[in-house]
């Protein structure tokens, strides 16, 4: 039995992405996720590692951008104003076809909105969220060890598949205190002979560009990256579910959220309902097959989010239909009880009865 620590979320994010070979770290503070620049801050130097609190986050991801494309292990963290300032660099490691790994924990809005939990950021970080067509591996966690576990697998699909991957938390997440398993068996270090380190035996020095004057040329990158997207698709698809054998209702929730739908899933078992759960792990690629898999003894599916409704949209495009489909959201930091999603549960069970009568 692997020995335990206590961490908050951020910080078990920081002592991942050390453990992963990340010797580079960019960024500004913002709560609710600055124990996160803390902790790279105290602890890079252990690794001889380099730490740069920037002026600002435009220029944090443009250093990402730098020591990306010359092959570092790289990271940066935010919360979701940071986040929109990082968007145009975001849009160029991606058209350049470089790994790192973005943390956002998420915060309630818009604007400078409350340093409370929220879900807020889920159309930014999986519909692309910057100009152009291109996507970032969003992963989302529910734990303080998948807060660790989930960035050490950042950094290697990362490298991967040549792309940026976001890590997208919440405040809940990042400031809660768990037993954590520091265990880890092995971290896949890749050759980069890509990277911009000078021509070596090489014939002509690597670059990394992202401006392609001529159309053709252009159309071509843009159907390279969605040749990639698609190849993401089919490897990296990550869920979780549990009792959706025989579920007349799913609960389909994420992040913080899905803790909550845990808890009323089990309630509403002991009063006799029907309920399971489906937690997409994967925001981008969304698991659409595996919800469809997963609800098929359903009837209905209910969306928990701490939004105002944006993974429901993909949770309705997935089922296309077929089921239908109702939301539960609160906004702006505040936070919904498992009582208050039993609730609901009750609300559609009502409805449904009704129909069959």
């Known amino acids: 039995m692997s020995e335990k620590v206590l961490m908050k979320g951020n910080e078990a994010i920081g002592e991942a992405a050390i453990l992963a070979g990340c010797c580079h770290y960019f960024g500004y503070p913002i709560t609710p996720q600055s124990e996160l620049i803390e902790y790279m801050a105290k602890h890079l130097p252990r690794v001889n590692g380099t730490f740069l609190q920037a002026e600002s986050e435009v220029a944090a991801i443009n250093m990402v951008y730098g020591a990306s494309g010359a ?25 350049g076809e470089l790994p790192c790994v973005i943390v956002n924990i998420m915060r309630g809005g818009p604007g400078l909105g409350s340093i409370q939990p929220a879900q807020g950021d889920y159309f930014q970080a999986t519909k692309g969220g910057g100009h152009g067509d ?9 734990s303080v060890q998948e807060m660790f576990d989930l960035t050490l697998l ?31 068996d092995r971290v896949d270090q890749v050759d980069k002979t890509w990277a911009t380190t000078g021509m070596g035996e090489r014939n002509k020095p690597n670059r990394v560009n992202t401006l392609h ?27 979780k579910e549990d009792l959706t054998e025989d579920a007349e209702l799913i609960l389909v929730a994420y992040g913080i959220t899905s803790r909550i739908a845990y808890s009323a899933m089990e309630m509403a078992r002991a009063e006799g309902l029907k309920v399971g759960v489906f937690r997409p792990i994967t925001l981008w690629p969304f698991p659409e097959k595996a919800l ?40 702006g930091g505040m936070v919904m009880t498992p009582r208050q999603v039993v609730e609901e549960i009750h609300k559609i069970f009502a409805v449904k009865e009704g129909a069959e009568k």
Request: charged share 20%.
């Open 71 to 95: 092959g570092a292990r790289v990271m940066t963290s935010t919360s979701s104003p940071g986040m929109s300032l990082k968007q145009e660099g975001i849009s160029y490691i991606a058209a």
């Open 213 to 239: 004057l001529k159309p053709e040329e252009l159309e071509g990158h843009n159907n390279k990256l969605q040749r990639k997207y698609a190849l993401i698709k089919e490897q990296e698809v990550r869920w």
């Open 154 to 184: 950042a950094f290697e699909l990362g490298d991967k598949h040549l792309n940026p991957v976001i890590l997208l938390g919440d405040g809940a997440l990042g400031q809660m205190m768990e037993p954590l398993s520091l265990n880890v």
């Open 134 to 142: 291109y996507h970032c591996i969003v992963l989302a966690p529910n």
């Open 292 to 331: 469809v898999n997963a609800t098929k003894t359903a009837s209905a599916i209910l969306t928990l989010e701490l939004s105002a409704g944006q993974m429901v949209e993909d949770v309705r495009l997935a089922v296309n239909g077929s089921k239908n489909v109702y939301f539960h959201g609160r906004t």
